[in-house]
């Protein structure tokens, strides 16, 4: 089992800055590539940008300009600036988790929530 932990989510106004962190923790050995996604209210969950263990970056296009991901082994953040309301959202760490003779899993954290108010 892995389990993640985000913080680092608030209240912010347009144009401001917030950095997201996520924590694994658990059985972290074998996790592959780790992402955040975010869900905005009535909205479809959305990758927001993911990195993979060899530290290639991937970015929804609407965000590459303004967020950056990076990673430390079982440690991630997402540096968010620029932000504009319509990132308003709950941001979720994912964890893609990868062994040998084992089905792959995916895993989740609980969400931090990010307003950015105009």
């Known amino acids: 089992q892995v389990q993640l932990v985000e913080s680092g989510g608030g209240l912010v106004q347009a144009g401001g800055s917030l950095r997201l962190s996520c924590v694994a923790s658990?059985?972290?050995?074998?996790?592959?590539?780790m992402a955040w996604y975010r869900q905005a209210p009535g909205k479809q969950r959305e990758l927001v940008a993911s990195i993979s263990s060899s530290g290639t970056t991937n970015y929804a296009d609407s965000m590459k300009d303004r967020f950056t991901i990076s990673r430390d082994n079982a440690k991630m953040y997402l540096q968010m600036n620029s932000l504009k309301p319509e990132d308003t959202a709950v941001y979720y760490c994912n964890a893609d988790w990868r062994r040998p003779m084992y089905a792959p899993r995916t895993y989740w954290g609980q969400g931090t929530q990010v307003t950015v108010s105009s």
């Open positions: 658990g059985n972290i050995g074998n996790i592959n590539a």
